[in-house]
C-alpha cells in the first residue's frame, strides 16, 4: 500500500474508486515546492477498448493524478479532477496530449525547487508526441502549465505543409482571388474530413476561413455547414461564433444572429474594437 506522509492513500474514497479491482502497475508521490499539496500519480492495467489501441504502450495504462491536501490529510477531488482533465488523463489515442497520462514514466515525473515537472513521449504510428507540463501552487490553487506539445513524426511534416497552403489561400484571399482561395480551402478541409492526418496543421484556422469566404460569395449554406463544423470540433475559437452571427444576420435569421452575438461577447480576450462591433450589431438587431 503507497504511503506518504504517514498517510494510507487506500482509504480516501477517490483512491479506492480508481484502484479497486485494478491491476496497479506503480504510483508515485511528490510534494509541490511551496505547497500544502502532494499528488500522487497512480497508474492501473487497461482492460477496455483494446481493439482501438497503438503499438504504444501507453495506450495499456490508465494514470490519475491525486492532489492530497497535506493540511486537511484528504485527496481534494475537485483540484484532482482539474488537474486530471487539464492535463488529457484520458485522452488515450490524442498525440495533442501525449496520448493521455499513461505515457507519464515516473522516471520523468519529478520536483525542482519550484515546481512538479511531467515530461511525457507518445509515439502512435508515425507520430511521435513529446508533452511537457508542469504543476504549480498560486493563490491556495494547483495549476497545470503546459511548456509544448512537439509532434516530430511524419504528422508535423504534414502540419507543415497545410499551414503554407493556408498562407498560399490567404495570399490570394487577401488580392481579390477569393475562388482561388476556397480551392485550396477545400482541399485542406478535404483532408480533414477523410485524410491520413486529419488533425495536423492549423485546421481549426483553415476552417474557420473556408467557411468566411463561403460567406463572403454569399455562398450562406456552404458557409453556415462548415462554421458550425468548425464551432463544434474548435468550441473555443471565439471568432468563429462573430462569423457565425454576421452570416445569420445577412441571411435574415435573426434570432440565431442574437445568440451567436451574445456567444461571441461571453468569450475570454475579445479586443475593445470586436467587443463594440459585436455590442452594436446587437443593439440594431433587438431594436
Not at 480508481?18 to 499528488?39: C, D, E, R, W
Not at 499551414?163 to 480533414?192: R, S, T
Not at 488533425?199 to 460569395?217: R, S
Request: charged fraction near 25%; hydrophobic fraction near 40%; charge should be negative.
Amino acid at each position: 500500500m503507497l504511503q506518504a506522509q504517514n498517510v494510507e492513500l487506500h482509504t480516501q474514497p477517490a483512491y479506492q474508486h480508481f484502484t479497486t479491482g485494478k491491476n496497479i502497475l506503480y504510483q508515485k508521490a511528490l510534494i509541490v515546492p511551496h505547497s500544502p499539496f502532494m499528488i500522487v500519480l497512480v497508474a492501473v492495467r487497461r482492460t477496455e477498448d483494446v481493439a482501438n489501441w497503438s503499438q504504444d504502450p501507453a495506450d495499456g495504462i490508465h494514470a490519475r493524478l491525486f492532489a492530497y491536501d497535506l493540511i486537511n490529510r484528504r485527496i481534494d477531488e475537485e483540484q484532482s479532477d482539474m488537474l486530471n482533465q487539464q492535463i488529457g488523463a484520458d485522452k488515450f489515442y490524442d498525440p495533442d496530449y501525449c496520448g493521455g497520462l499513461g505515457s507519464l514514466n515516473p522516471d520523468d515525473f519529478k520536483v525542482d525547487n519550484k515546481r512538479l515537472i511531467m515530461r511525457r513521449f507518445y509515439a502512435a504510428g508515425t507520430i511521435r508526441s513529446n508533452c511537457s507540463d508542469e504543476i504549480v501552487y498560486s493563490n491556495g490553487k494547483l495549476f497545470i502549465q503546459k511548456e509544448r506539445v512537439v509532434d516530430t513524426g511524419l504528422g508535423a511534416e504534414v502540419g507543415k505543409e497545410r499551414m503554407a497552403a493556408n498562407q498560399q489561400a490567404l495570399q490570394l484571399y487577401q488580392q481579390g482571388n477569393i475562388l482561388g482561395a476556397i480551392a485550396i480551402w477545400e482541399q485542406l478541409y478535404g483532408y480533414w474530413q477523410n485524410g491520413p492526418y486529419a488533425t495536423a496543421g492549423p485546421m481549426h484556422e483553415i476552417l474557420n476561413n473556408l467557411g468566411f469566404a463561403y460567406y463572403k460569395i454569399k455562398d450562406f449554406r456552404k458557409s453556415e455547414k462548415i462554421l458550425l463544423e468548425c464551432k463544434k470540433a474548435f468550441p473555443d475559437r471565439a471568432i468563429v461564433s462573430l462569423n457565425l452571427a454576421d452570416l445569420y444576420r445577412d441571411d435574415g435569421q435573426v434570432s440565431e444572429a442574437i445568440k451567436y452575438y451574445e456567444a461571441f461577447l461571453e468569450s475570454p480576450n475579445l479586443t475593445a474594437n470586436q467587443i463594440a462591433y459585436a455590442k452594436q450589431q446587437l443593439d440594431a438587431l433587438k431594436r
